[in-house]
């Protein structure tokens, strides 16, 4: 059985991009590069091992103070996003930057979640206010305008976008497309109440999705 939903893009090197508007970080050796990104769940990281093994470029799990950490291997193919993102003051957004589906269902991988207003998309605390304005910009142009909240020093929780309502909600879910194998719906973007669980029906449509929907 087939890992992509039907109808989708094939994947891509710069999917990976929706990583670095959220928690991941990219650095160079030589002319290769590697895509790191430190995630709170065991199933996050099984989950983005099982996809980058499907795009290619191989991946290792570490584990960390802060938790578990999935770093790709040095390859060439993701030199040229490092370029992108690439400043003299650490990661930082290129001019123009878009977020697709694809590059979506990768955020909401790493670091998404419901709570009890909306869905979180997670951002690295250490990111600069550009990494971050940038994310919400690019949210916005996608057509999934999100309120920046936990960004205060004492934050429990760490910054993050929220997407709040339905309109919004349904948005963010027919880009990405159903929650893959192995993610528990209640971290895929959903909504509440009388409305059900985005994402289920003949009306939604996959946007990018590396695994096939889960059963659960």
Same mark, same amino acid.
């Given at each position: 059985?087939?890992?992509?939903?039907?109808?989708?893009?094939?994947?891509?090197?710069?999917?990976?991009?929706?990583?670095?508007?959220?928690?991941?970080?990219?650095?160079?050796?030589?002319?290769?590069?590697?895509?790191?990104?430190?995630? #709170?769940?065991?199933?996050? !990281?099984? *989950?983005?091992?099982?996809? +980058?093994?499907?795009? &290619? %470029?191989?991946?290792? =799990?570490?584990?960390?103070?802060?938790?578990?950490?999935?770093?790709?291997?040095?390859?060439?193919?993701?030199?040229?996003?490092?370029?992108?993102?690439?400043?003299?003051?650490?990661?930082?957004?290129?001019?123009?930057?878009?977020?697709?589906?694809?590059?979506?269902?990768?955020?909401?991988?790493?670091?998404?979640?419901?709570?009890?207003?909306?869905?979180?998309?997670?951002?690295?605390?250490?990111?600069?206010?550009?990494?971050?304005?940038?994310?919400?910009?690019?949210?916005?142009? #996608?057509?999934?305008?999100? !309120?920046? *909240?936990?960004?205060?020093? +004492?934050?429990?929780? &760490? %910054?993050?976008?929220? =997407?709040?309502?339905?309109?919004?909600?349904?948005?963010?879910?027919?880009?990405?497309?159903?929650?893959?194998?192995?993610?528990?719906?209640?971290?895929?973007?959903?909504?509440?109440?009388?409305?059900?669980?985005?994402?289920?029906?003949?009306?939604?449509?996959?946007?990018?999705?590396?695994?096939?929907?889960?059963?659960?």
């Amino acid at each position: 059985m087939s890992l992509f939903a039907a109808g989708m893009n094939d994947p891509s090197y710069d999917d990976l991009e929706g990583l670095l508007v959220g928690p991941g970080t990219i650095e160079r050796r030589g002319d290769a590069a590697r895509v790191s990104v430190g995630v #709170a769940d065991d199933w996050r !990281a099984e *989950v983005i091992l099982r996809a +980058l093994a499907v795009l &290619g %470029p191989g991946a290792e =799990v570490s584990t960390s103070p802060d938790g578990l950490e999935v770093r790709t291997a040095y390859v060439p193919e993701l030199y040229d996003l490092a370029e992108r993102w690439h400043s003299f003051a650490g990661k930082h957004p290129p001019a123009g930057l878009r977020l697709d589906g694809a590059r979506l269902w990768w955020w909401c991988l790493a670091a998404g979640s419901v709570d009890s207003a909306g869905y979180r998309l997670g951002l690295a605390a250490a990111d600069s206010d550009a990494v971050w304005s940038a994310a919400g910009a690019a949210l916005a142009q #996608a057509g999934v305008p999100a !309120a920046l *909240v936990g960004h205060q020093r +004492l934050s429990p929780h &760490g %910054p993050a976008y929220r =997407v709040v309502g339905v309109r919004r909600l349904v948005r963010l879910s027919e880009l990405v497309g159903p929650a893959p194998q192995g993610v528990p719906m209640e971290a895929w973007p959903s909504t509440r109440g009388g409305h059900g669980l985005v994402g289920e029906g003949p009306g939604v449509r996959a946007g990018g999705n590396y695994g096939g929907a889960s059963s659960s």
